[in-house]
Nanobody, 121 residues
């Protein structure tokens, strides 16, 4: 069974920092890309940051210069370091991974359960 387990959310004041972690486990052959999405109440899910298997990052414009996505290939883990947090960053953050799994080398998109990030003003 392949799964993504997230941790690191919480409540922080504006200007503060949080670090999210997402670890993939199970019958993983390879991880093609990993990323973080977020969804605020009443809003659509949006991509925050992603990183390819080669380590090339991509960021949403609103988080550039504040958030950093880091991938540890040896641990099948991706981190999102969030600095200078703003109230508008408040959302449920979800980890996503595009992975090749199992003995049949099938490729699927996986999601974590989500972790709440709340930034108070």
């Amino acid at each position: 069974q392949v799964q993504l387990v997230e941790s690191g959310g919480g409540l922080v004041q504006a200007g503060g920092s949080l670090r999210l972690s997402c670890a993939a486990s199970g019958s993983i052959v390879s991880i093609n890309a990993m990323g973080w999405y977020r969804q605020a109440p009443g809003k659509q899910r949006e991509l925050v940051a992603s990183i390819t298997s080669r380590g090339n990052p991509n960021y949403q414009d609103s988080v550039k210069g504040r958030f950093t996505i880091i991938r540890d290939g040896a641990k099948n883990t991706v981190y999102l370091q969030m600095n200078s947090l703003k109230p508008e960053d408040t959302a449920v953050y979800l980890c996503n991974a595009d992975m090749t799994v199992g003995s049949w080398y099938e490729r699927y998109d996986y999601w974590g359960q989500g972790t709440q990030v709340t930034v108070s003003s």
